[in-house]
């Protein structure tokens, strides 16, 4: 009896021992196999452009991908770090920039980048006064959204057969004059003097004239929130996408980056004034050129897209 509880008693061990190891096995090839099936994070890498211009809202900064929650604790081998991408403007940026406007020295060329982490302002080519075209619409718009903040019109009131707060949106979205002629007329000569004088702008409205750096410092402050509230900024931000002209800077620049921009376009003239932002880095980028007529506009629209794919290939 005793001999035959001995055999049962061993042969109840052996199973336990056995299914024991089993399971370590099973476990160790479930671990090995999930480990294998779990994907790397992805690295996010700088895109060569625009938006097509982005609109509306900014795009939202790429993601690494998600590591199933399933996947145990398994300690990764150590990837090698990539190399930091050089962090504002370098020499180098500015030495194509440059050769950019040199290779084209037939055209006027003005262009102004600020950084608006440090505000700084790095200035390349022409920067005299151009005839501004319709960039000078922001500056329209501003003064009158300041009016509204001091309590001295409203966006309700009506002009023309439509309130001021469509007219701001069809002055800088569509680029109308006759809107933008409302507005000035609301706002008035003097007054809108007064206040570019009062954000360090010297304009006169008869004239309609800026430098590149003039018209950044515009795009620069109303960005940063330093010329209207948050709801006014927003709103007018709002309409420097989707415009009737996405033709220049907007064309070069790659999804990821979230441009707001007012170009301008007379005669001559060919000019688009921007923000550039990734919700990281963020820029006031302006090109101004001055050509023969309307007949080199799609040569210069060439230059605009080399500028932009300088500038977002170097800071973004």
């Not at 096995?25 to 890498?45: G, I, L, N």
């Not at 001055?290 to 977002?312: C, M, N, W, Y």
């Amino acid at each position: 009896m005793l001999t035959a509880f001995a055999a049962i008693l061993a042969l109840t061990l052996t199973a336990t021992v056995y299914s024991a190891a089993h399971a370590r096995s099973s476990v160790s090839r479930t671990v090995s196999a999930v480990a294998s099936a779990t994907p790397s994070a992805a690295v996010p890498t700088a895109s060569p452009t625009a938006a097509a211009p982005t609109t509306a809202a900014a795009a939202p900064p790429s993601t690494a991908a998600e590591t199933p929650s399933a996947a145990p604790a398994v300690a990764a081998p150590a990837a090698a770090a990539p190399a930091a991408p050089a962090t504002g403007v370098t020499p180098a940026l500015d030495s194509e920039i440059n050769a950019i406007i040199d290779a084209n020295s037939q055209y006027q060329i003005g262009v102004t980048l600020i950084d608006l982490s440090d505000g700084s302002s790095h200035q390349y080519g022409v920067q005299a006064p151009f005839e501004a075209a319709s960039t000078a619409k922001v500056l329209a718009a501003a003064a009158y959204y300041h009016l509204v903040e001091t309590g001295a019109v409203s966006l309700d009131d009506p002009l023309g057969d439509y309130t001021a707060g469509f007219q701001i949106k069809e002055m800088i979205q569509d680029s109308d004059n006759d809107s933008w002629s409302l507005i000035m007329d609301a706002v008035g000569f003097s007054e809108l003097q007064s206040y570019a004088a009062s954000i360090g702008v010297s304009y006169d409205p008869m004239n309609n004239t800026l430098t590149p750096s003039e018209m950044a410092s515009i795009m620069a402050g109303l960005y940063g929130g330093k010329l209207l509230n948050q709801q006014d900024t927003a709103q007018l931000l709002s309409y420097m996408q989707n415009t009737n002209y996405e033709s220049l800077i907007p064309a070069a620049v790659p999804a990821g980056i979230t441009v707001f921009h007012k170009y301008g376009l007379l005669d001559d003239e060919l000019h688009d004034a921007s923000i550039l932002t990734n919700g990281t880095n963020s820029y006031a980028f302006v090109v101004y050129t001055k050509g023969q007529d309307e007949s080199d506009i799609p040569a210069r629209t060439d230059i605009f897209h080399q500028l932009t794919q300088a500038v977002v290939n170097a800071l973004f």
